[in-house]
């Protein structure tokens, strides 16, 4: 591994890496680069909002369906978990700013809190789905769908469609809050240990960055799948 | 042309000139752009090679040759672009009152079926002089319908129908290949096609054993599968009249309005609740899986023969492109 | 000369540490563009393995090498290998990841860490897919088309699309590197306007790299997702609809070619000026242009779906944006051309790749006007003359503004000089044998022989032949390289700082660099391609 030579350890701290010029490079760099990994994340999403777009338009009554089927109360509440989660995050952010580590630390361990509790209550969905038999492959059943909307006649190829992109939209949803609450697992220790300080908290802005980004992600989520068409049928 | 080392396939539709009168201009255009290029390429390496004591000169550029050499070939381009635009829009748009062929590709064959009856496989036997439009879909994955003598092309898809047409010119046998790879056999999902005079046809024709046209068998398929219990042909039957309807708008209960093309008819009788005629309701049976390919391509031959035949001329524009399907991206 | 160098011979970013975890840990971006040229170099002759078997095969009208299923497998791996194992990374990782640096005059790119990691991710990739080859293969095309690859192939599509997902990141984590250096990391007085064109099209190839391909990823995965899990999504016969994959396949896969070709133009700009001894005429246009291609090459994917059963209206809108985004290439081999008028001009090595490039290139850009246009391209989609002309692009464009690109910086990465003469018969080798294996293919096309055909009708046999025959030519072409450049780094005449007298803060610095690039940061007060303050060099190859 490179290492940094004498010189560059005396000026500036051990944070800031050999080959930039100073502490205000690397930051600039490290900011650029997480708004550029978003926006790959924004394609990579978007390719599935794209398939998700059009098959509502196709299969709309399926679709509709399905979104009735979902727990609203959970989904609301999970809403209002991430939304209260880039509260402690943008938080966290600020007492790092202000150099309160004891506070950064708690605000960081709240996230995390809250992370898994979005987790834990989206498997509970997830596993209701399960005892469903909404479960796009070999078991999977709609009769109970069909029976509950005679007027509309699901037909259940489609009903299956809404289902293998809802549990792929919120898979991947959760993949991605998953490495987020690994990344604040991360961030808390270091922030415990003291790593961060006015002058130096940048991981803890790019880290909440991305956990923004997967929070808007959910607030999209959140009306396409859930909120369809949740008036009472004719 | 050139018979011992042809540069393009025999010319056997009234299409294929247009195509490749383009062609021929496209590639004079490309010889052309070449030959300037390389031979200013060649001048300058010579008139210009490293000497002693001999600079280079720094030019740092012209905007108005940049301009000139951007808008130049963007106009050449325009000119291009709208040639093969008019040659495309008319080999998407099959003529008025072409006889029709249903197309169905499987792996890893073309089964073939003429609306007088005749069956074939791997191959086609058409008229000269008649407009003939593919009705084409696939029983498995996607193939591709390709005869390069007629310069025509069209993937055919499954879970829908896609079309082409054209008018064979000159008699002759001529290649039928896949042209979308679709597994093991792709390269020997070849066949030919045959052109014959008129009457030549017309004995082809008779020649064997006459099943009845395709929309009779569709006929007895439709009575057999109860299809007039719901579609009667008053106005009393729980499903729509289905005279008259073919090539018609049709009110859909949501709102929408469609044509009834056959992508239409064939998706009506696949999958019902689809599109839902205004003012019935949604009870229609699924015939999915109980009726196959060509089941299918005979009952939208009968269906289509309730409504009388469009009487304008050959080429003339249907509401909709015969091509679109009702659903697509 | 060689033995008397090594006591004297400075400290650089080669001798610097040895040993193979100073190799496998390194962050330096020197070192990892070398550790991709090795990697890159493997796959390349993979590729070019299953290529010569195509050729051989196609001998003969009959179908009597190889089994028809193992055809289909061979064309498909031959794809996917060369394209995203080879292609893909090609300039960017090697000559990329050296150079840019290098020539913006920084340290090292912004994430040397995550440079390294790209390095693993395509080695994990890579490995990923050899599995896939000795366990049966894939032979979906390397286009996956649907229903197909979901739910008829018998092979190994799943490892496959794996496989390629994860050398997408390798390419994704690539650009994004490179954006944020060419943003942050410049030196002092490196402005925009003097960048070399390098870089322009450098930056112009990573933005698609960052923005097109998490499109492919997300395709792959929802494909090997329905394969797995019996999804519906593409299978008309559960309701989905197999365009949708091609339109989010070719979302990338359009843009991709660009990923190709952009990093050749870039290699174009500097050679060209070097041994033309100028500024390239029109830099703010050629700069622009990069720009521009990248930006209008996300907006005609569908033009390969023109019979795929898309609209009409959308095939017209489609064709007429692809008639756009020829004419900033077009523009470019202009201004490339022009650049030859009143300069003075070497005929070296790279510069021989820079002419088969201009040449070639225009030949499969001037063919893709007859693709763009809708009434041609019915008759000719899916044939031969697809074929050729992508061939054209990518191995008579891309490849030999790659190999170009490797002679021209052989001296700075190497510190030693490949030899000339060897170099000048391989180019034209290649040249000779690359136009006599594809032109045939365009004439192929347009008489009718569809592509991934394994057998076809006596009648397209002896074009065949003439391409099997060029292949053999074009493939002595490119092991020669290879036997000389691993000469060269032994016996190797030693390399100035700047044995062509070329213009680029690359140039600048030791052959072959110390670890940190420079000895002093740079600070640039002059604009780019400043030849007229250059002297020549005396003799084209110069000894220390």
Redesign the interface.
């Known amino acids: 591994?490179?290492s940094d030579s004498p010189i560059a350890v005396e000026q500036h701290g051990p944070e800031l890496?050999?080959?930039?010029?100073d502490a205000e490079?690397q930051r600039?760099?490290a900011s650029?680069?997480m708004w550029?990994?978003l926006?790959?994340?924004v394609?990579?999403?978007?390719?599935?909002f794209?398939?998700y777009l059009?098959?509502r338009y196709?299969?709309?009554?399926e679709f509709a369906a399905g979104s009735r089927s979902l727990d609203i109360y959970l989904g609301t509440i999970n809403t209002a978990v991430l939304i209260c989660s880039s509260l402690t995050v943008a938080l966290g952010v600020r007492a790092a700013q202000m150099g309160k580590r004891k506070l950064l630390v708690i605000l960081l361990l709240l996230t995390i809190v809250f992370g898994f509790a979005f987790l834990g209550i989206k498997g509970v969905e997830w596993y209701d789905k399960y005892k469903e038999h909404h479960i796009?492959?070999?078991s999977f059943n709609v009769d109970d769908l069909v029976k509950d909307y005679p007027?509309?006649?699901?037909?259940p190829?489609?009903e299956?469609?809404y289902f293998?992109?809802y549990f792929?939209m919120t898979g991947?949803h959760a993949l991605h809050m998953i490495i987020g609450v690994g990344i604040f697992i991360f961030l808390t220790y270091y922030a415990w240990k003291g790593r961060y300080t006015p002058k130096y908290y940048t991981p803890v802005e790019m880290g909440g960055l991305y956990w923004h980004f997967v929070d808007i992600v959910w607030i999209y989520l959140f009306p396409l799948l859930y909120l369809i068409d949740r008036k009472p049928l004719r | 042309m050139f018979d011992n080392f042809p540069l393009w396939p025999v010319r056997a539709s009234a299409g294929a000139g247009n195509v490749d009168a383009l062609y021929i201009f496209l590639v004079a255009l490309s010889a052309l752009m070449c030959v300037a290029i390389f031979t200013m390429i060649l001048v300058f390496a010579t008139m210009y090679r490293r000497r002693r004591g001999v600079e280079a000169e720094q030019i740092e550029g012209s905007s108005a040759l940049e301009i000139t050499w951007s808008i130049i070939p963007l106009g050449i381009f325009m000119v291009i672009f709208l040639w093969g635009a008019v040659i495309y829009f008319h080999e998407r748009t099959p003529p008025q009152g072409a006889s029709e062929v249903y197309v169905v590709g499987k792996q890893w064959m073309w089964k073939l079926q003429h609306e007088e009856g005749p069956r074939e496989i791997n191959e086609l036997h058409v008229p000269v002089g008649r407009d003939v439009k593919l009705i084409m879909t696939s029983q498995d994955v996607i193939h591709s319908f390709y005869i390069p003598a007629f310069r025509i092309k069209q993937d055919v898809l499954p879970g829908r129908y896609s079309t082409a047409w054209f008018r064979a010119t000159r008699p002759g046998v001529y290649h039928l290949f896949c042209s979308q790879y679709c597994g093991t056999m792709h390269s020997g999902m070849i066949g030919q096609v045959v052109v014959m005079e008129p009457a030549q046809y017309q004995a082809w024709l008779s020649g064997g054993g006459t099943t009845g046209s395709l929309a009779a068998s569709g006929e007895s398929l439709f009575q057999q599968l109860g299809c007039p219990t719901c579609h009667r042909s008053d106005t009393q039957g729980r499903g729509p009249i289905l005279a008259g309807i073919f090539g018609k708008p049709v009110q859909l209960e949501?709102g929408r309005t469609v044509i009834a093309d056959e992508n239409y008819i064939r998706e009506s009788i696949l999958?019902?609740?689809?599109k839902?005629v205004s003012g019935f309701?949604?009870?229609m049976p699924?015939f999915q899986g109980l009726v196959g390919e060509e089941q299918l391509n005979a009952l939208v031959a009968y269906i289509k023969s309730l409504s009388p035949a469009p009487s304008g001329a050959a080429g003339s524009t249907s509401p909709t492109p015969a091509g679109t399907r009702s659903?697509n991206? | 000369m060689a033995t008397a160098a090594i006591t004297t011979e400075r400290e650089n970013y080669l001798n610097k540490e040895y040993g193979i975890r100073s190799w496998l840990?390194?962050?330096?971006h020197k070192r990892i563009a070398l550790l991709y040229l090795a990697s890159i170099t493997f796959f390349f002759f993979i590729g070019g393995f299953f290529a010569l078997l195509i050729r051989l095969e196609l001998l003969t009208p009959a179908g009597d090498l190889v089994q028809a299923d193992t055809y289909n497998k061979l064309f498909s791996m031959h794809g996917q290998v060369m394209i995203f194992f080879f292609l893909i990374p090609s300039i960017p990782a090697v000559l990329g990841n050296f150079l840019v640096p290098l020539m913006i005059g920084?340290?090292?790119?912004?994430?040397?860490r995550i440079n390294l990691l790209s390095w693993y991710l395509y080695i994990i990739a890579g490995t990923i897919y050899l599995h896939c080859i000795v366990t049966g293969g894939v032979d979906t095309g390397w286009t996956f088309y649907t229903p197909f690859s979901t739910a008829f192939s018998n092979t190994r599509v799943i490892e496959a699309g794996i496989s390629i997902f994860i050398a997408g990141f390798s390419s994704?984590l690539t650009g994004?590197?490179f954006?944020?250096?060419i943003?942050?990391?410049r030196a002092p007085g490196m402005t925009w306007s003097r960048l070399p064109l390098f870089i322009w099209a450098m930056y112009a190839t990573s933005i698609i790299q960052?923005?097109?391909?998490?499109?492919l990823?997300?395709?792959l995965?929802?494909v090997v997702?329905?394969r797995a899990?019996?999804?519906?999504?593409f299978d008309p016969?559960?309701?989905?609809?197999p365009l949708?994959f091609q339109h989010?396949f070719w979302?990338y896969s359009h843009p991709a070619v660009y990923i190709m070709i952009l990093p050749a133009m870039a290699v174009e700009s500097e050679v060209v000026a070097c041994f033309t001894r100028k500024r390239i005429f029109g830099y703010n246009f050629v700069a622009m242009s990069s720009i521009a291609i990248a930006v209008f090459g996300f907006l005609v994917w569908a033009h390969h779906m023109f019979v795929a059963g898309i609209s009409l209206y959308s095939a017209l809108v489609f064709s007429i944006l692809s008639y756009l985004v020829a004419v900033p290439s077009a523009i470019k081999v202009f201004n490339w051309t022009a650049t030859m008028y009143k300069g003075s001009i070497s005929f070296t090595t790279p510069m021989l790749y820079a002419f088969g490039f201009i040449g070639l290139f225009t030949m499969g850009g001037l063919t893709g006007l007859f693709l763009a246009c809708l009434g041609i391209d019915v008759h000719v989609h899916d044939t031969y003359f697809v074929i050729a002309h992508f061939h054209y692009i990518m191995v008579g464009g891309a490849v030999m503004g790659y190999l170009g690109g490797l002679h021209f910086w052989w001296p700075k990465i190497s510190g030693r000089m490949y030899p000339e003469a060897w170099g000048r018969l391989a180019a034209l080798l290649v040249f000779v044998g690359f136009n006599l294996t594809f032109f045939p293919q365009f004439i192929l096309g347009y008489m009718g022989m569809p592509r991934r055909y394994w057998q076809y009708p006596p009648e397209f046999q002896v074009l065949n032949v003439l391409s099997t025959a060029g292949s053999t030519i074009l493939a002595i072409g490119y092991v020669l390289p290879m036997v000389y450049f691993l000469w060269s780094m032994r016996y190797g005449k030693i390399a100035s700082d700047n044995p062509w007298g070329a213009a680029g803060l690359e140039w600048k610095t030791s052959s072959p660099p110390p670890?940190?690039n420079f000895e002093e940061?740079p600070e640039v007060t002059w604009e780019a391609y400043n030849y007229e303050q250059i002297p020549a060099p005396a003799e084209v190859n110069v000894e220390r």
């Open positions: 591994m490179l890496l050999h080959h930039f010029v490079q600039d760099a650029l680069g550029l990994f926006a790959t994340e394609m990579f999403f978007g390719g599935m794209c398939a059009i098959y196709w299969y709309y009554n796009p492959g070999n007027q509309i006649h699901i037909d190829r489609h299956q469609i293998s992109l792929a991947l | 949501d999958s019902p609740s689809a839902i309701k949604p009870i699924v659903q991206p | 840990l390194t962050t330096d920084a340290k090292d790119l912004a994430f040397p994704i994004l590197n954006v944020v250096t943003h942050r990391m960052l923005l097109g391909t998490p499109v990823a997300i395709t995965l929802l997702f329905e899990f019996n999804l519906g999504i016969t559960r309701g989905g609809d949708l989010l979302f670890t940190f940061e």
